[in-house]
């Protein structure tokens, strides 16, 4: 019979809201990674253990949460597997960022030496085609919607 593994167990919040008319997620490192942290012994569920990860990295107490997806490493060169519970919490927006502009959203390169402005950071910067209000994403993805 085969050892098993050794298995690592990653909480992943993706903290949502909407901001300007857009989505937004809230990031950390520069939009680089969202928060996280390894599942401790002694925690007594998932979400109580990622709630204390979130409230620990930013500040925010999450509340309802779902789960959105999980995913199983195996390339790990160490010999463990490494698995990854992601969670959704939706979070309110604030009155100033609902002041500020609404123009869409441009793609932009992420400077991970750059203090971020804003831990929050739209959608349509990771996915920019996805930003059917600017006229130039939507014409690329026109013929895909046709065929």
Known sequence: M???????TELV????????GAPHVFTLNNGAILPSG???PGQLSLQKSLREWVRQQ????PGHTEQL????DTHLG????????????????????????????TAALLDIEAQPA??????????????????AHAALIAPLLEG
């Open 118 to 135: 804003d831990p929050l950071v739209s959608f349509y910067t990771y996915f920019p085609w996805e930003d059917r209000r600017n006229p």
């Open 69 to 72: 997806y999980t995913f199983a």
């Open 78 to 105: 160490d010999g463990h597997r490494r698995v990854r519970i992601s969670y959704m919490t939706c979070l309110p927006p604030t009155a100033e960022r609902l002041e500020g502009d609404h123009r869409p959203h």
């Open 2 to 8: 085969q050892t098993p593994a050794l298995c690592e």
């Open 58 to 61: 930013t500040g925010i107490q």
């Open 13 to 20: 919040a993706v903290l949502v809201c909407l901001e300007r």
């Open 38 to 40: 390894p599942l401790m």
